[in-house]
């Protein structure tokens, strides 16, 4: 992969987890394991679990910095035990800080997808990967003789990596810790979860997430609002809303679904036009996501009765709340949501066109608003 081609554990338009010093909106997590780390109850195994984009990696990587440049208390028995840590913080120009930075820290190993014989990234981590870990833990202990290890994504093995894992879970070496980040915990084998202890992360609130923001780089629109409900609580989702225009895209979307049950059909075809255009194969896979977020939010303002607050886009509530007045239509909602995520997926399966896709999935939206009246 290129210098510029993000790597499997790493956000598009993101900074590397590695490279993020700070985490937000996620103290509890960092508290329950400091906790465990000053009470000597350090666990081998950690599951960091949560929707994509709140921070696991970025703590998978803190908590592997805090533990290869945190001396172990006995080393310090000359001079007395020194006070337990406050904070997972490490100071940016420690030396073992410097190496994780450099990719150089001998004392840490990650574990992502990795590249096939004909140089394109596989779709799933295979055992030889995790093998690789047995000559990592034969080289000689670092300072403290510590040892960590991060996978990202746990989920994304395969059956035989998955036990080959396990079988390091199982009989653990010595001082060493396990970080396994996973989106989707139940796709997990049962016994790799019942051996981890679980580290929950949640989704950010509005401050927490423009704080995160910042620290990405990223240009913050002027009001985060409708960034923050889009977003769902996730600073990579965030990054990928806003690098992609995902922002914009919604707004149009609401603003089409606003003419309906008649339907602005120019505008229609104009946002199928914009998907279609060379070039726009991530801005497709968005306005598909975006119109499942949409029908989602649909369906979930019948159901409640109330509009979903804040809003994901300038007179969002109004608008949905008109289209779906109750739970008997929020269900009609739900079950053509689920029509269209299928054919929109099998369209691209086929290779569909793409501006024919998205106005097969707006037409489909429009009958079923004109069933509503």
Not at 242 to 271: F, H, K, S, W
Not at 329 to 357: F, S, Y
Request: glycine share 8%; net charge negative; with cysteine.
């Amino acid at each position: 992969m290129s210098d510029d081609t993000p790597t499997p554990d790493q956000a598009p338009g993101a900074p590397h987890p590695r490279e993020t010093l700070r985490l937000f909106g996620q103290d509890a997590a960092e508290q329950t394991f400091l906790t465990a780390y000053t009470s000597e109850r350090l666990h081998h195994g950690w599951l960091l679990t949560g929707p994509r984009g709140v921070g696991k990696a970025t703590l998978a990587w803190r908590i592997a910095r805090f533990l290869l440049a945190t001396p172990p208390v006995e080393d310090d028995g000359l001079f007395g035990a020194p006070p337990p840590p406050e904070s997972l913080d490490i100071d940016p120009e420690h030396p073992v800080a410097n190496r994780i930075l450099a990719g150089a820290e001998p004392g840490l190993a990650a574990i992502t997808r990795s590249l096939n014989d004909q140089g394109r990234l596989r779709n799933e981590i295979v055992v030889d990967d995790i093998r690789k870990l047995g000559k990592f833990f034969g080289l000689s202990s670092t300072d403290g003789g510590r040892r960590v290890v991060i996978v990202d994504a746990a989920d994304e093995m395969n059956v035989s990596a998955a036990n080959a894992l396990l079988k390091m879970l199982e009989e653990p070496p010595a001082r060493t810790t396990l970080l396994l980040i996973s989106h989707q915990p139940s796709r997990l084998l049962p016994t790799i979860r019942s051996r981890c202890r679980t580290l929950r992360l949640s989704p950010l609130g509005p401050k927490d997430m423009e704080a995160a923001l910042m620290q990405t780089g990223a240009e913050i629109p002027a009001s985060t609002d409708h960034l923050a409900a889009l977003a769902a609580g996730s600073v990579g989702d965030a990054v990928r809303l806003i690098n992609l225009g995902g922002l914009e895209i919604y707004a149009e979307l609401i603003a089409i679904l606003g003419t309906l049950p008649r339907m602005d059909r120019q505008r229609a075809l104009a946002l199928a036009e914009a998907a279609a255009q060379r070039g726009a194969a991530e801005r497709f896979e968005l306005l598909l996501t975006l119109i499942d977020v949409a029908l989602s939010r649909l369906a979930m303002t019948g159901a409640t009765g109330a509009p979903l607050l804040p809003e994901a886009a300038l007179n969002e509530a109004e608008t949905l709340a008109r289209l779906s007045p109750s739970p008997h239509q929020a269900r009609k909602w739900a079950e053509v949501a689920a029509m269209i995520t299928a054919r929109a997926r099998h369209g691209q399966a086929v290779n569909l066109d793409p501006a024919a896709l998205v106005l097969d999935t707006v037409f489909k939206i429009q009958e079923t608003a004109g069933q509503s009246r």
